[in-house]
Structure formats: C-alpha cells, structure tokens
C-alpha cells in the first residue's frame, strides 16, 4: 500500500503562485525508487498530465504549463513539489499526486487550486 496526501492548494489571483507538496508513505514503499507525477481534473473536463518525475529527476511536462510549473521532489522527506507560477483562470482544477508500484497506481485525495480575481 501506498499513502499519497497533497497540501499547499488554495485561492489566488491571476499571475500569482502556488506551491503544492505530497507526501509518500506505505509499507515497503520506497520513495526514491519511484516515478511520480501531478495529475489535474478541471470541472466537467477529463483528467491530465500536468507533470511527471522519475527516480533520476528527468521530468516531463504538458505544453500548456511548460515554462510555468515545476515538478520537483526530496526524497530524504518522501515528498513530491509542484511550484507553480503565472498562474491562469484555466489552471483551475483538483490536483493529485500518483505513483505506480507493483502495476498498480496511487492517487492522493487532491488539492483543489482555484485561480480567480
């Protein structure tokens, strides 16, 4: 089993920034072994990649947050960044964290994110 809990979403303004953690835990889970990644789901729209990092911190991004967001992670706290900047009305959605283990894939609960004036 793996636990994934998201923190850091919230309200802000169009322009501004947001900083999302998740952080890792589960028997025989072994954070610095794994890939993990941000995922999004806007209302009423189908779930994205928004980035992905893998256990030799390549990343990968979508087109439409390239340049503005950053997967990042520090696996001495098992925990997985996203820092996100200029920050636009259509970056509104529940974000999660995931990881696969064993062919099987984990979802936090999500953090909502909210870009509004």
């Known amino acids: 089993q793996v636990q994934l809990v998201e923190s850091g979403g919230g309200l802000v303004q169009p322009g501004g920034s947001l900083s999302l953690s998740c952080t890792a835990s589960g028997s025989a889970f072994i954070f610095r072994l794994n890939g993990m990644g941000w995922y999004r789901q806007a209302l009423g729209k189908q779930c994205e990649l928004v980035a992905t990092i893998t256990s030799g911190y390549s990343t990968n991004y979508a087109d439409s947050v390239k340049g503005r967001f950053t997967i990042s992670r520090d696996n001495t706290k098992n925990t997985l960044y996203l820092q996100m900047n200029s920050l636009k009305p259509e970056d509104t959605a529940v974000y999660y964290c995931?990881?696969?283990?064993?062919?099987?894939?984990?979802w936090g609960q999500g953090t909502q994110v909210t870009v509004s004036s």
């Open positions: 995931t990881t696969r283990r064993a062919n099987i894939d984990y």
